[in-house]
Nanobody
Framework: QVQLVESGGGLVQPGGSLRLSCAAS????????IGWFRQAPGKGREGVSC????????NYADSVKGRFTISRDNTKNTVYLQMTSLKPEDTAVYYC????????????????????WGQGTQVTVSS
């Protein structure tokens, strides 16, 4: 069974940090581009960051550049999103997703290209 499972969300104060994990089962992440998306209450799903299968390319939304870092450990079949200097506007449900590396990497911030999605993890930034 193909599955992506996010973890690491929680409640954090403004300025704090969290590291999200996206673990895959039932398939090997080596062959997939991985993206992180988020959805805040009453808003649409937003692309946050994405990473190529070999980790030689990454992309970030302007709103998180310099604060978030995406990485992957293919030996652990896991992708990470390190979030620092968190702001209340980062509050959302965060999802990871995967699509085959045979497709163009430059599409990675568009949710429509992704085949597999996790169930999401809640991140709340509040004092």
């Amino acid at each position: 069974q193909v599955q992506l499972v996010e973890s690491g969300g929680g409640l954090v104060q403004p300025g704090g940090s969290l590291r999200l994990s996206c673990a895959a089962s039932g398939f090997t992440l080596d062959y997939y581009v991985i993206g992180w998306f988020r959805q805040a209450p009453g808003k649409g799903r937003e692309g946050v960051s994405c990473i190529s299968s070999s980790a030689d390319s990454t992309n970030y939304a302007d709103s998180v550049k310099g604060r978030f870092t995406i990485s992957r450990d293919n030996t652990k079949n896991t992708v990470y999103l390190q979030m620092t200097s968190l702001k209340p506007e980062d509050t959302a449900v965060y999802y990871c997703a995967a699509y085959p590396r045979s497709m163009l990497f430059r599409l990675c911030m568009f949710s429509d290209v992704y085949n597999y999605w996790g169930q999401g993890t809640q991140v709340t930034v509040s004092s």
